[in-house]
């Protein structure tokens, strides 16, 4: 069983000891992570850091327990936190249940009692953390995910990236019906696509609505903001009039777009064929003068590509896939892809050749390797004996491209980490200054936030935000006639208690010892 991590916040050193005992009573269940004197300490620390029970006095200068527990509570329900203190009063009762305390304690702490209580609130957070979902609301949740997670097999199944033999059983689940025995793919892509996201959609569901009006038994997704991906499933007897979804479309939306159509399949696995074939005739329909529906048999193609064209649909399915993973940093993803394709020793150095072309072509479009010249790495390819050399040539430009992407990253965050510094620097005043309230504002998530702080400042957010804090009090406190609880309040510690600890554990010496020094130099 993992420990539960406590926090004891108590600003005497010897009830603290006595309740640091109390808890390691129990070292197989429960864990003291952390203690501290004041309630500003407490808080910070909880601000990079998750603990499951806080302990706490109620009685505390400047911050008392009960306004801390209402903090904490509010960053995160699920801690038990439990109150102790000298009154015995009801207002304090009252007060401490209105802030949603797991428990209340009267000192001295009975160790037994205290036991109790502890047991207490581990069963209340072990309930709420393992409490299983009512079986209406599982049902509810899974109903509002069940479209999405259809499409997204939907497009997995376009592209090639299912187990065939589970198609019919999948299918089936998600209750897909293609009546028929052919299938076939087709693609709708939208040209010059309206910058504003929720037109663009708006345009995307009006074709999805179209094809199911022309097509009947169609499956229609949204693969990416400006693509429909299309599957149809029909008897071998009749046809499927895509030329009727083109007048429809045109008809229908303002944004120009390009229809291609694959061949038909009379298997599901062989989807992916026709999707790439549809999205082929895409590509090609610009030179058709995009007025009508582009059918990948109408391309001049022989209906059974020679052995080395067929692998450029691995080719085609991949590079998107491949693009996103460069640009996210999965290096490690696109190199293996990479390794995949190329990766037989007996193959065709001739089909190697002119895949390496493609790959080439479609990674150029990330603009990650300023500098080289498309059309002489694609020289270069056709230029080399054997399928191994092929490879090696891919990877190192994968690896110039992960170099620079990279290098866009860091670049890119560390504009970032300069803006949340000058936000730091303009906010040290005040007291609600935090990692998770920072985060929040600059739309990241605070681990995150907190992993990449430290990467490029070599200290962690609070760490930094406390030396900031000093060395601004250091030039206040040169002022005459400073006082230092003053100083505190004005660098957004309003505790005086902790200012002066702070002040002493970064500076190495007191406030009166940093003025005395001062004055004698």
């Not at 428990?103 to 502890?118: C, Q, S």
């Not at 259809?150 to 299918?171: F, K, S, T």
């Not at 991906?229 to 030329?243: H, K, N, S």
Request: net charge negative; aromatic share 8%.
């Amino acid at each position: 069983m993992q420990k539960l991590k406590v926090m004891l916040v108590e600003d005497e050193a010897l009830e603290r000891m006595l309740l640091r005992r109390f808890v390691e009573a129990e070292p197989d269940v429960y864990e003291v992570v952390r203690e501290a004197a004041f309630a500003q300490e407490a808080l910070e620390y909880l601000d990079e850091h998750a603990v499951d029970i806080v302990v706490t006095d109620i009685n505390m200068p400047v911050m008392d327990g009960l306004e801390m527990a209402e903090r904490i509570l509010a960053l995160d329900p699920d801690v038990q936190v439990i109150v102790t203190t000298g009154y015995s009063d009801f207002a304090h009762t009252r007060r401490a249940i209105q802030a949603g305390v797991t428990d209340y304690l009267v000192k001295p702490v009975d160790g037994a009692e205290f036991a109790r209580i502890l047991a207490g609130a581990r069963v209340k957070l072990e309930s709420k953390r393992g409490a299983a979902v009512a079986a209406p609301e599982v049902e509810r949740e899974m109903a509002a995910a069940m479209p999405a997670l259809r499409d997204r097999y939907l497009c997995d199944l376009l592209n090639g990236r299912v187990d065939p033999q589970r198609i019919a059983e999948r299918l089936a689940f998600f209750q897909v019906a293609l009546p028929g025995d052919c299938f076939r793919a087709a693609s709708v892509q939208l040209l010059n696509p309206d910058h504003d996201l929720a037109r663009r959609l708006y345009t995307l569901f009006t074709a999805q609505s179209m094809a199911r009006q022309a097509l009947g038994s169609v499956c229609v997704v949204v693969e990416g903001e400006g693509r429909l991906a299309l599957l149809c499933g029909y008897p071998a007897q009749r046809t499927v009039d895509f030329d009727a979804l083109q007048r429809l479309l045109e008809n229908a939306l303002e944004t120009p777009f390009m229809l291609g159509v694959g061949g038909a399949v009379d298997n599901l696995a062989e989807a992916s064929r026709s999707y790439a074939q549809a999205l082929r005739a895409v590509r090609c329909q610009s030179a058709q003068g995009g007025r009508q529906a582009v059918y990948y048999q109408d391309l001049g193609v022989v209906e059974e590509p020679p052995l080395w064209a067929e692998p450029l649909q691995a080719v085609v399915m991949g590079l998107e896939q491949t693009g996103f993973d460069l640009q996210a940093g999965r290096n490690a993803e696109a190199r293996a892809w990479l390794e995949r394709l190329f990766g037989d020793p007996a193959e065709n150095v001739e089909s190697a050749r002119l895949r390496a072309a493609w790959v080439i072509a479609g990674l150029s479009t990330l603009r990650a390797t300023p500098g080289v010249d498309v059309r002489e790495r694609i020289g270069q390819v056709f230029e080399l004996p054997a399928p191994a050399d092929v490879r090696e040539l891919l990877l190192a430009l994968a690896g110039e491209a992960t170099t620079t992407l990279d290098s866009i990253r860091t670049s890119a965050v560390s504009r970032q980490i300069q803006e949340i510094l000058d936000y730091v620097r303009d906010h040290l005043a005040e007291p609600t200054l935090s990692l998770h309230e920072t985060a929040r504002l600059f739309f990241f998530n605070a681990s995150y936030l907190s992993r990449i702080f430290k990467q490029n400042t070599g200290l962690a957010f609070r760490d930094y935000v406390n030396r900031q804090r000093i060395e601004l009090a250091r030039r206040y406190l040169d002022e005459p006639g400073a006082k230092a609880y003053e100083v505190g309040a004005r660098v957004g510690i309003d505790d005086p208690n902790y200012f002066s600890t702070l002040f002493k554990k970064y500076m190495g010496m007191t406030v009166k010892q940093y003025r005395a020094g001062n004055e004698n130099g």
